[in-house]
């Protein structure tokens, strides 16, 4: 059983870099095929991908956060972690890590963190 959990600051200051990391049991992140994902939901909006990281250490950012987003991994300690720099408060949050299978037609996020808030405010 794979479980994963997100840990981080909760609040973070407006032009600082927000640094979250996942923690993974129960499964490794270098393990075919799976893909490690950073997902953001802000208060009464919808989910939105951030980026993700594949077994394989390759990198992939959603374009609209390419610019300011890092994520990173340490396999030795079975993490992985999301940067975000220059933070605004459009970027407070739920912020989410999960396990991705990607398909052809469509994506399969079947584990999920618990989120954890991310407040961005001075």
């Known amino acids: 059983q794979v479980q994963l959990q997100e840990s981080g600051p909760g609040l973070v200051k407006p032009s600082q870099t927000l640094s979250l990391t996942c923690t993974v049991s129960?499964?490794?992140?270098?393990?075919?095929?799976?893909?490690w994902s950073w997902i953001r939901q802000p208060p009464g909006k919808g989910l939105e991908w951030m980026g993700a990281?594949?077994?394989?250490?390759?990198?992939y950012y959603s374009p609209s956060l390419k610019s300011r987003t890092s994520i990173s991994r340490d396999t030795a300690r079975n993490q992985f972690t999301l940067q975000l720099s220059s933070v605004t408060p459009e970027d407070t949050a739920v912020y989410y890590c999960?396990?991705?299978?990607?398909?052809?037609?469509?994506?399969?996020?079947?584990?999920w963190g618990q989120g954890t808030q991310v407040t961005v405010s001075s």
């Open positions: 129960g499964g490794s992140i270098t393990t075919n095929y799976y893909y």
């Open positions: 990281i594949a077994y394989s250490g390759s990198t």
């Open positions: 999960a396990r991705g299978s990607y398909y052809s037609d469509y994506v399969d996020f079947d584990s």
